[in-house]
Every structure is written in C-alpha cells, then in structure tokens.
C-alpha cells in the first residue's frame, strides 16, 4: 500500500530528476553554441594533444574548500598518417597537391605532457585551476619533396626536439546558480602565451643546412593569448555511480607574428563506480573539434578536425590526502582535415594531493 507521503516523495524524486536533466541539456547546448558560432577561418592541430579531462575531482566531487595538487603526463605517440577518416600511406601523402603545393609528408612525432594542476577554492561555490605544462617533443618530416620514403633536396625536411614550458592555462569556476545544488558550474579564464613558439629543428635537407624554424603548430607554444568559457555538470545517479558532462571552448583573441591557432571546442562525459574501497573505475568519452590554424606562417590545409576517443580509466586512493590514476584513450573516430600525424592511443597517468 502507498502512503500520501511515499507519493508526494516520488513526485518530488521525478521532479527532481527532471530538473537535473533540463539542466544539463541545457549544458550541452550552450557549449555547442558556442563551438557553433566560432569564426569558421581559425583552427588548430586537432590530434597533437590530450583531450582526456582530468577535471572530475576538481569539481563538484571534490567541493571541499582546500588546495589541492595534480601532476599528470600524457603520452602521444603520433606515428599514423591520416587523411579524412582513414589513413593514408606515406607514397600516396606524397602525390597530394594542395592548392598547387606538394603535401609535407611527415614521419613522426612522439609528444610527452607533463603538466602541473593548482587547484584552490576558498568556498564550495568559488574556485580556481592552474594548468603549468612541460612539453618535450620530438618530430621528423620527409619534407614536400620526398617520395613518401626518401626525402627530396629542397623539401624543407627536418628533425627537432624541443624540451621547454609550455601555454599555462588559467580558468575560474562558479556552481552555485541553483541554492545548495552545486551540481552546475561555469568555467571562464585564459591561455598565456608562455610557451616559447621561436624553436629551431635541425634541417636534414642537404640543399639547405644549418637550423631550420619548427612549423608553428608544433611549437612549446602559440604566442597568443586564448579566452577559455565552458560549463560543467556533475551528480549521482545513486549512491555507489556518478557522472559528469563537460564542454570547453578556446579560441586565440589575435594573431602573433602571422599565426593564429583555431578556435577548438572539446566535449567530455563520464561515468564513474564508486562502490569498491580500493578503486575507483570511470569511463569517459572526449570529443573534440577543432577548427584549421590560420596566417602566413600556419598550415591552412594539413590542421583541425574532429575526433571522438573512448577512454577507460581507474582513480585509486592510496590515503584520505593522496591518490593516483591512469587512462587509456582510444580512438572511436576521427576526421581530419589534409593529411596529419594521429596516435593510435593515447596514455596519462597522474597523482594527486589533496591538502
């Protein structure tokens, strides 16, 4: 038999349930606003970097006022040629003309992110993220004369390694639109142009040799300052499973000494157990869309893209102050505009302190 009260208690778990869900569609579709309305001339490598979030305990699971530390590295092993949705091998990439140039064909790149995360909120409705990246990066092209195996003379073919700071990255965060309901969040700050985006490589072309510039996109850094927006939500779908939605739009506000990096929309949802005491399993899904770089000194053709990863991970607790976590992301789809390096998977690991 149900009581007036057991109903009255289940209307208001259905209304409940039916707010949450209206506002996180309406996450959604402000973040694909604003990705929607970007300037359709700027864009940007879409698969050089990590597009896992790493954000879940910084938000409305970790709400505790406090400081708290995050050290994570990405491994990005991009050895595949693709083109569109498929891939292409080295000798067709070499018979590509774009707008009446030869396609560069590159080797490789081999990318490991080391990044530094400060987390501070005074207050559960108030915080702020401090991203400081490491980027140390090796990359080698056949240039836009080889055969797809053997370089040509005058290709611009080179090698580099660069090991040096990167873009830090600045963002603020507000949940507390709905009193004593911080699932809902908004986030809003900046990328500084901290990374050098000056590095030479070594020129393998032996027409032209001596030091050589790094093509800007794979550059420590842009030199432009980026305006970050997004918004967040985050709650339980019972006491032992919880989820969240994420979306970040970041777009470059000028162009530096004729480059501009594209304007990048990334979507992430995940979905997390909690109800063992040792580890914590998630799932997340990132997607990622970017836009092509622009300029005289950009590639216009050979960026941006659109990329979905599926990527599984575990959180676990080592004490109440620290624990660690690793993911593997995996690639479900990716679209890519000209002729790019991808991973075939991407790997992190982190570690985290709680204060």
Known sequence: ?????????????????LRQTLNLTAVIWMALIIGLTASTNAGACASCGCMLSPDWNNLQFSARPGLKLDLRWDYLNQNQLRSGTGTISPAAASR??????????????????FTLGIDYSKNPDW?????????????STLGTASDGFTPGPGGGQYDSHTSSLGDIRITGRYQNFIPGCRFLGVLFGVKLPTGSYTEKGTSTDPSAPGPVPIDRGLQPGTGT????????????????????????????????????????????VGLRYIGFSGFFPQIQLNFRTVKRDSGAQADTVSTGGTLLYFSPGIDVPVSFHFSIYSFLQLPVYQNLNGVQLAPQYTTSFGVRYVF
């Open 1 to 17: 038999m149900i009581t007036g009260n057991e109903t009255l208690s289940r209307q208001h778990m259905r209304h409940t349930y």
């Open 225 to 268: 300052t980026d305006v970050i927006l997004g918004a967040y939500y985050a709650n339980g779908l019972n006491r032992n499973w919880g989820y969240f939605t994420q979306a970040i739009f970041q777009a470059a506000l000028y162009s530096k000494d004729q480059y501009r990096p594209g304007a990048g929309l990334n979507v992430n």
């Open 127 to 139: 915080g702020i993220n401090i991203q400081v990246p490491w980027t140390d990066r090796s990359h």
């Open 96 to 113: 590509v003309v774009n707008n009446g140039s030869p396609q560069e064909v590159e080797k490789d790149t081999i990318n490991n992110y």
